[in-house]
């Protein structure tokens, strides 16, 4: 059973336009979600986490807004940049239970051309 | 050391060799953490270790694989009598006091590759 799950394998936008990707959970106990990007041959970095307390949070070009009802968080980057192409993951966590242990996605590849 | 530091960065071995793969977290970093990505698939769970508590092993796939964390520090996974399904990118983590709330930081991961 898949906790965490990014539907789509891959993503290619525009320079300058903005980048969706979207990611679905099934378990209702998670109250913090991350971001993660990954280059290849390198580790996953963090980029932007969300409280189950909130809807939305922003840093600089990226946003993550977050639908509890329909367990739906998505991470928005404008504008989208070269520089954004990585595979991104989408991590959950049960902090009152299982702080600090995270689940994650299996990602999405984004490519942002030119 | 300024982040996490993984060794060695890729192996192969011959099926059915015992393999140890190396993590050294960063200073301060009280929890660590070890995934795994197969080839297309996401981060698996493998196991957390905080502290001097007993480390979650709720991830790990069969009694071949095993992990500890010595002095706190630095830990080692094990993978006995390797099998090919075992070939995959073991990624190791650390975070402050087992929390995740500024992400974790990855090492660069060993790609192990059974033959």
């Known amino acids: 059973d898949q906790q965490v799950k990014q539907n789509s394998p891959s993503l290619s936008v525009q320079e300058g336009r903005i980048s969706i990707l979207n990611c679905d959970y099934t378990?209702?106990?998670?109250?913090?979600f991350l971001w993660y990007k990954k280059y290849p041959a390198e580790g996953p970095t963090f980029l932007i986490s969300?409280?189950?307390?909130?809807d939305k949070n922003e840093d600089g070009r990226f946003t993550v807004f977050l639908n509890k009802s329909a367990k739906h968080l998505s991470l928005h980057i404008v504008p989208s940049q070269p520089g954004d192409s990585a595979v991104y993951f989408c991590?959950?966590?049960?902090?009152?239970?299982?702080?600090?242990?995270?689940?994650f996605g299996d990602g999405t590849t984004l490519t942002v051309k030119p | 050391g300024a982040g996490v530091s993984q060794s060695p960065s890729n192996k192969v071995t011959e099926k059915g060799k015992d393999v140890e793969l190396r993590c050294d977290p960063i200073?301060?970093?009280?929890?660590l953490y070890w995934y795994r990505q197969s080839l297309g698939q996401g981060l698996e769970f493998l196991i957390y270790?905080?502290?001097?508590?007993?480390?979650?092993k709720s991830g790990l796939p069969s009694d071949r694989f095993s992990a500890e964390r010595t002095g706190g520090s630095v830990s080692t996974l094990t993978i006995q009598r390797t099998q090919q399904e075992d070939s995959a990118v073991y990624l190791c983590?650390?975070?402050?006091?087992?929390?995740?709330?500024?992400?974790?930081?990855f090492g660069s991961g060993t790609r192990l590759t059974v033959v």
């Open positions: 983590a650390s975070s402050l006091a087992g929390s995740d709330l500024y992400g974790y930081t």
């Open positions: 200073s301060g970093h009280t929890a």
């Open positions: 270790f905080q502290g001097n508590s007993a480390p979650d």
């Open positions: 991590a959950a966590s049960d902090r009152k239970t299982n702080a600090g242990k995270s689940t």
């Open positions: 378990n209702s106990m998670f109250d913090y």
């Open positions: 969300i409280s189950s307390i909130k």
